[in-house]
């Protein structure tokens, strides 16, 4: 199984972007998918998760509620992630994730910078 990230660039506060995660292979049972960001000399955190398909089962950081979308495409198994009113603080290396009964997948990470 491979996940490529995509997607991430310069951008300026206030803009937006689009990322996505190419998966391939046979994943048996997606637990979940999501959205990871990660800053130099800090830990990885969650950006936005989906582990099932009904609102209750979609889940976002508070810093990015009302401005991120996540988003998936089982026939094309792809992630997104909508990005609108970008901060500088959304600055990072973004990572999409994949998880199965046994299993973490990770993409490679894609890099977004916001400009003040």
């Known amino acids: 199984v491979q996940l490529q990230a995509f997607g991430g660039g310069l951008v300026q506060t206030g803009g937006s972007l689009r990322l996505s995660c190419a998966t391939s292979?046979?994943?048996?049972?997606?637990?979940?998918v999501g959205w990871f960001r990660q800053t130099p000399g800090k830990q990885r955190e969650m950006v936005a998760i989906i582990t099932d398909d009904t609102a209750e089962g979609t889940h976002y950081a508070d810093d990015v509620k009302g401005r991120f979308t996540i988003a998936r495409d089982i026939a094309d198994q792809t992630i997104y992630l909508q990005m609108n009113n970008l901060k500088p603080d959304d600055t990072a290396t973004y990572f999409c994730?994949?998880?199965?009964?046994?299993?973490?997948?990770w993409g490679q990470g894609t890099l977004v910078t916001v400009s003040s």
């Open positions: 292979g046979r994943i048996s049972k997606v637990y979940s």
């Open positions: 994730r994949v998880t199965d009964v046994a299993n973490v997948y």
